[in-house]
């Protein structure tokens, strides 16, 4: 038997950072996705097409290391699970879009579906947030959830997650060139937060507001609002220092073009997100420009005959 699955990217439209500390993000999944083929075998092996590496007998590359860990906890759970796994990704790596997440998502309903049958989302977001928790320590989880059950989410760590009722919509997205590490720019706001609180806290309060907002008014359709309020993140990211000259040219760029726009997932490099397509031609020097669809559905799995 072999078994296929994919799972997508996401995009935060407000509220990355601050959903690690307590508050609310705005996340939408999008038609970028990661697959996942299995096999059953007589040992556990990863195949990684982009970027390329493997693990198995003992050796494994170090940047698929936290994915290999969780096979080898469903393997643990359950024997059958062993086998062979090859992953290829369309989503930039490293850049904030969530590749680790959805190539976590997509392993592990394909290492579910071939030891059970079944790959139940609520048991593969669990075990996608095994490799999430190896690659960067504090994760909020929001990456996970957006790319497992797909759609508009609003979430928060106390309030877990929920759905919401979007009509489709485009992004534009600009890319640097360089991966970056989510762990670092993570640490770095929780610095900020020990060395301003007062100041951290007031953005954390008025941020978790503004998400709810933001979540309403999109489930509305009043667009206009939710652009405000993707600005007045992107100001907020820039005082919490995970901008960067690079990001700042980016969405300088998109709001020319009539779009607003602010980073978006950890920042420090990565990808800017416009709401929308340009009017006219858009001027963004980044190395990777995509124009991608939200929602997008959630993990899926399936064994062709
Ligand atoms: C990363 O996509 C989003 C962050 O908020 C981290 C997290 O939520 O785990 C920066």
């Not at 950072?17 to 556990?44: I, K, M, N, Q, Y």
């Amino acid at each position: 038997m072999r078994v296929l699955s994919r799972a997508p990217a996401k995009v935060i439209l407000v509220g990355e950072h601050f959903v690690v500390h307590g508050g609310r993000a705005l996340a939408l999944s999008v038609d970028l996705w990661a697959t996942a083929v299995a096999e059953p075998g007589s040992r556990l092996s990863l195949e990684s097409e982009d970027p390329p590496g493997s693990c198995g007998d003992g050796e494994c590359a170090p940047h698929l290391r936290p994915l290999y860990a969780m096979l080898e906890e469903v393997a643990a759970d359950n024997p059958r699970a062993v086998g062979s796994y090859r992953l290829r990704s369309d989503i930039p790596r490293a850049r904030g879009l969530g590749s680790s997440a959805a190539a976590a998502v997509a392993l592990a309903a394909a290492a579910l579906a071939l030891a059970e049958g079944v790959a139940p989302r609520d048991e593969v977001y669990r075990y996608a947030m095994t490799s999430e928790r190896i690659i960067h320590g504090n994760p909020s989880g929001v990456d996970p959830a957006a790319s497992t059950y797909g759609g508009a989410i609003l979430y928060s760590r106390a309030e877990g997650m929920r759905r919401l009722s979007v009509a489709e919509g485009e992004l534009t997205i600009c890319c640097g060139a360089s991966p970056r590490s989510t762990a670092s720019m993570v640490e770095q706001v929780s610095q900020f937060r020990r060395s301003r609180e007062g100041l951290f806290e007031a953005l954390l309060s008025s941020s978790t507001d503004l998400v709810a907002l933001a979540s309403e008014r999109l489930e509305s359709g009043d667009l206009a609002s939710v652009a405000a309020i993707m600005r007045w993140h992107q100001g907020a990211l820039r005082i919490l220092g995970v901008s960067s000259p690079e990001l700042e040219a980016y969405v300088a760029a998109m709001e020319a073009s009539g779009l607003a726009s602010k980073l978006t997932g950890a920042g420090g490099g990565g990808c800017a997100v416009g709401l929308g397509t340009p009017r006219g031609e858009l001027r963004c020097s980044a190395p990777i420009i995509m124009r991608v669809r939200y929602p997008a559905g959630g993990v899926e799995v399936w064994t062709p005959s």
